[in-house]
C-alpha cells in the first residue's frame, strides 16, 4: 500500500524549500525526489522518497529532464545498461524541478553521455 499521506507531508516541505542547489549540469548523476507516483509510475525509495536520475537536458535553472536509475537489472530497448550497476529507466523519463534535487553522486564520461543521448534520439 502506497503511503500517499507522508508524501504529500514530503512534498509541501520540498515545494517550500529555498535553497536551490547551486548549478545542475548535463550528464550529473543527481539523487532527486520523486515521491510516490500513480500505478506504475516510478517511486523513489520507501524511506526518503529519492531515486538517482541522470540529468540529460537543462531547460532553465529550475528545470530540467531526468532519466531515473535502477540498480535491478532490466532487459530491452527502453532499459540500457549505464554502468555495471545501472540500468536507465527511459520509460519513466520526466521534467523535474530544481528543488526536488538533493545532492550530486557523480558525473557519467562524456563518452557514456553521448551513448545516452543517442539512444534516447533514437527512441524519439
Not at 548535463?26 to 536520475?53: A, H, M
Not at 524541478?97 to 563518452?111: E, G, S
Request: aromatic share 12%; net charge positive.
Amino acid at each position: 500500500m502506497k503511503d500517499f499521506d507522508s508524501w504529500n507531508v514530503r512534498k509541501k516541505q520540498i515545494n517550500d524549500r529555498i535553497v536551490l542547489p547551486e548549478y545542475i549540469v548535463e550528464g550529473e548523476i543527481w539523487w532527486c525526489v520523486l515521491g510516490v507516483n500513480v500505478g506504475s509510475e516510478q517511486d523513489g525509495s520507501e524511506d526518503t522518497y529519492e531515486r538517482p536520475v541522470l540529468v540529460i537536458k537543462r531547460f532553465t535553472k529550475k528545470l530540467y529532464l531526468v532519466i531515473p536509475l535502477t540498480s535491478q537489472k532490466k532487459i530491452g530497448t527502453y532499459y540500457p545498461k549505464l554502468t555495471s550497476r545501472s540500468y536507465l529507466l527511459f520509460l519513466q523519463i520526466r521534467v523535474v524541478d530544481a528543488k526536488r534535487m538533493q545532492r550530486k553522486l557523480r558525473t557519467v564520461t562524456p563518452r557514456q553521455f553521448a551513448k545516452v543521448r543517442n539512444l534516447f534520439k533514437r527512441l524519439l
